[in-house]
């Protein structure tokens, strides 16, 4: 709509490019729980209302676009119409500071429980007999969990037959469609995502060594 004002990340190229970098950077400081950008230092480029756009709309860009690949941020929507100064700016800061978007987003994943799983191994073996059968011959994965709680990593063990096996992969199939489907909008999705496909792969491996 012409003379529609500008809104969301739209908004910050009325800073000036040379203060970009300073802006977005602090910005990014803010999601990794430092100090963020302070009105009192950008009161003369944007009103109240735009300063909280522009920080919400900056900080939710970050945030969305830290698993993203580098041709999806340059071509993401809310750049469009941005001065390629600004795009620039933009890009420059996402891609130097990715890592460490990515450790606190995963590390405010965490704190959203008070356990969560660490790590993970498995084990394969043939259960020959049992007090029931002389002869069993029962292919067997052992499922290593390490749990952390509280600073405390509390290992559990799970042995698993063909037909628990399937169960738990399918399971894990399904909580990780959940995650495609909603991937909440941060890394949070990626981060799960990440983790069932490494147990699904293994998973899957052993299933086929075993025949099941």
Known sequence: MEGAEPLGLQLIEKLPAAQCPQFLHKVVDGICGRAQPRFRDY??????R??????????????TSVGKNEAFVQTADPLNGLSPEHQEAISKCLTSRKPELAEALAEKVCAMSSSYLQDFDWQLKLALSSDKLSTLQMPL??????IA????????SIELNKEELQNLINSLEAANKVC???CFSLLYGHTLHFLHTCILTELRKKAIDFNF
């Open 50 to 63: 735009e300063w909280l756009e522009v920080l919400e709309d900056s900080s939710t860009f970050f945030k």
């Open 180 to 182: 495609n489907k909603q």
């Open 141 to 146: 994965v052992n499922l290593d969990l390490d």
């Open 43 to 48: 009161g003369n480029i944007w009103n109240l």
């Open 149 to 156: 709680e509280d600073g405390v990593v509390k290992p559990v």
